[in-house]
């Protein structure tokens, strides 16, 4: 039986940042009891998977990976943690390999069990299933001190109320639960006291943040956070554009740490196909929210996300979203192809668009977005802009980052500048990431 001093153990993270900063949470937990958390491709003494369920293909993949690990070592123990965890433990456990099972509920408690499989010296001959109803659920209270050289993600949030017709996670994640805000600052005061330049606060429903424990809202913490000592860039994860109206953008504003960029959660931009989605908002609303925070925030930049195919789309529905693109003016677009989701009422529409459709309208809409990037971009390098970039990785010949508005920015280094803020003068553009030189004043 080995020692916890030569325990390995890999993690393997599918999914959204939310289960990136669990995991993150749950290898600071093991290592205080001295076990080596490595690389999961590694032969490891022991995996935790955590899953995601959002599509089917999230499924298949958590289920890819926990046979890979099972071959790599078939004497390794296998816990299998997260969303599909949730969802269907009863798919998992019929995985011969598998030692446990964990919901949503207590996703630290799986150091726990592999404690226990340490000290048992065996693997468990069925599958122990620990999942609990997440309706009941609480805020798991777990936090971070470590980080990836310059960014770190702080969960916030978990849960989500909203009955998109096309989404599966309300049910794997339960109601909207918050962090308390004294947590919420202590975490983050910790990750600046340890050199964090970059700090993202994620949630399930980021908007959401403190309505279930009252007096406080995402714009109030924000609003608490900018008061840290030495704090740095303070980004956000996913909004829907409800959120964004006149008294909430005014806080914003007055949040000096609060880097200018917003991920809106928009998915289409045609009013028809928003309705079917459930969507708290309609195509004017969401332009509404771009605009307001143009208004009032300078240099601000957009990204989003966008499902082309959903049940009943048309070519009108369609044409709407490519429009909305092209006028909102978006750095980054994620674009997915409806996939049906067992369980949700999407699943059972009728009008499912081929696949066909789905990838003409796919690549078409990936045109609109690569030319408003590039447009972005090109003016940018026509202003001859001087911007503050924060370097995350070096190739050894250039060093890579991103300016508080999340443009990706290339210099020239003999140097790795990583962690480093530097002002950067950007001189050219090839339509994906801009390319400048240090700039040293006048």
């Not at 960029?261 to 004017?284: C, E, P």
């Not at 009108?316 to 978006?330: L, V, Y």
């Not at 940018?380 to 300016?403: A, M, P």
């Amino acid at each position: 039986m080995k020692s916890k001093e030569t325990f390995s153990v890999g993690i393997y993270t599918l999914g959204c940042k939310v289960n990136q900063y669990e995991s993150e949470a749950i290898a600071e937990e093991i290592e205080k009891h001295g076990i080596d958390v490595c690389s999961p491709s590694s032969v490891c003494d022991a995996y935790i998977i955590n899953t995601c369920t959002v599509t089917a293909e999230s499924d298949r993949k958590a289920r890819q990976f926990i046979r890979r690990a099972i071959k790599k070592n078939p004497l390794a123990y296998i816990l299998v943690i997260g969303c599909m965890a949730q969802s269907a433990p009863d798919d998992i456990a019929a995985i011969t390999g598998v030692d446990v099972i964990i919901g949503n509920t207590d996703k630290l408690y799986s150091v726990k069990k592999l404690l226990q499989l340490i000290n048992k010296g065996e693997k468990n001959k069925e599958p122990e299933i620990f999942v609990k109803d997440i309706t009941k659920a609480t805020f798991e209270d777990m936090s971070i001190r470590k980080f990836d050289r310059t960014r770190a993600y702080v969960k916030i949030e978990d849960g989500c109320e909203n009955k998109c017709t096309y989404c599966i996670i309300p049910s794997a994640r339960g109601k909207v639960r918050s962090k308390p805000p004294e947590k919420v600052i202590a975490e983050v005061e910790a990750l600046v006291r340890n050199g964090c330049r970059e700090i993202v606060l994620t949630g399930i429903e980021t908007a959401s943040y403190g309505k279930d424990i009252g007096g406080i809202d995402l714009a109030d913490i924000l609003c608490r956070i900018d008061k840290i000592n030495g704090i740095g860039r303070i980004r956000l994860g996913s909004l829907d554009p409800s959120l964004i109206r006149p008294d909430f953008v005014k806080k914003l504003s007055s949040v000096s740490c609060l880097a200018p960029h917003f991920h809106l959660s928009l998915q289409s931009g045609s009013d028809r196909v928003l309705a079917l989605m459930k969507r708290k908002y309609n195509s004017s609303m969401a332009m509404n929210a771009i605009r307001l925070l143009r208004d009032s925030i300078p240099d601000v930049k957009f990204t989003t996300d966008i499902i082309v195919g959903f049940p009943g789309e048309s070519q009108e529905d369609f044409e709407a979203t490519q429009k909305f693109i092209e006028d909102a003016g978006f750095l980054t677009v994620h674009i997915f192809p409806y996939s049906k989701r067992k369980g949700t009422p999407a699943a059972s529409m009728s009008e499912q668009i081929s696949s066909e459709i789905k990838s003409q309208r796919l690549h078409s809409l990936e045109k609109t977005a690569t030319a408003s990037s590039k447009a972005i971009l090109e003016e940018e390098v026509r202003q001859g802009n001087i911007k503050s970039v924060l370097f995350e990785t070096f190739d050894g010949e250039y060093s890579y980052g991103h300016t508080s508005d999340f443009l990706e920015v290339a210099v020239k280094s003999r140097t790795d500048m990583r962690s480093e803020i530097f002002a950067v003068k950007l001189t050219h553009t090839d339509g994906k990431i801009c390319y400048g030189e240090r700039f040293y004043g006048i």
